[in-house]
C-alpha cells in the first residue's frame, strides 16, 4: 500500500520511539523510508536593553545544526538498517519544521508522513497548536500519527 515513508525526528526518546515504530511498519509494508530533520536557522540577535547576544558565528551555528543532524539522522538509519528496511536521510534548515517536513514529503515523493504526536496541552495547544497538528492540515499526503 505505502511504498515511500517520510518519517521526521527530532532524536528525542519519544521521536526515537516513533522511528523504531515506522521502521517496523516499513518492513511489514516493504517500503523505503525517509527520515527527515528540520535544522534550526540562526538565532537573530536581539539588541538594546536586555538583549541575548549569542556568542556563536553563523558558521559555528550551521556546524553544529549539522553534526546534530548528522548524529539523529544517523541513529535513525541505523534502527532501519538493522531491521533491513531500505532508508536514506533529508535535512533542511528551517525554523517552520512543519513547513518544511511537507516539503520534504513531497520533494521526495512520499506516500505517507509517519509522526510523532508531540501534541501540546491546555491554552498552549490552543494558541499553538503541534507541528503535528499543522502537517495534518495542511498537507494533502496520508499522514499516520503514533501515539
Same mark, same amino acid.
Given at each position: ?10 532524536? !528525542?526518546?519519544? #521521536?526515537?520511539?516513533? @522511528? ?7 518492513? =511489514? *509494508? ?52 538493522? !531491521?533491513?528496511? #531500505?532508508?536514506?536521510? @533529508? ?7 512543519? =513547513? *518544511? ?47
Amino acid at each position: 500500500m505505502f511504498k515511500h515513508i517520510l518519517v521526521p525526528t527530532d532524536g !528525542s526518546e519519544f #521521536s526515537t520511539e516513533t @522511528v523504531q515504530r515506522a521502521v517496523s511498519f516499513a518492513q =511489514e *509494508a516493504g517500503a523505503h523510508v525517509t527520515f527527515f530533520f528540520a535544522k534550526p536557522d540562526y538565532p537573530v540577535a536581539l539588541y538594546g536593553e536586555g538583549a541575548l547576544i549569542d556568542p556563536t558565528t553563523p558558521e559555528k551555528f550551521a556546524e553544529m545544526a549539522d553534526q546534530q543532524a548528522a548524529e539523529i539522522l544517523n541513529a535513525a538509519e541505523s534502527i532501519a538498517k538493522a !531491521s533491513d528496511v #531500505s532508508c536514506n536521510s @533529508v535535512s533542511t534548515v528551517s525554523n517552520v519544521p512543519w =513547513e *518544511a517536513i511537507i516539503d520534504a514529503a513531497q520533494n521526495a515523493d512520499c506516500d505517507l508522513i509517519f509522526m510523532a504526536s508531540h501534541g501540546r496541552r491546555g491554552l498552549a495547544g490552543l494558541l499553538l497548536g503541534s507541528e503535528t497538528q499543522k502537517v495534518l492540515t495542511h498537507t494533502r499526503i496520508p499522514v499516520l500519527v503514533y501515539r
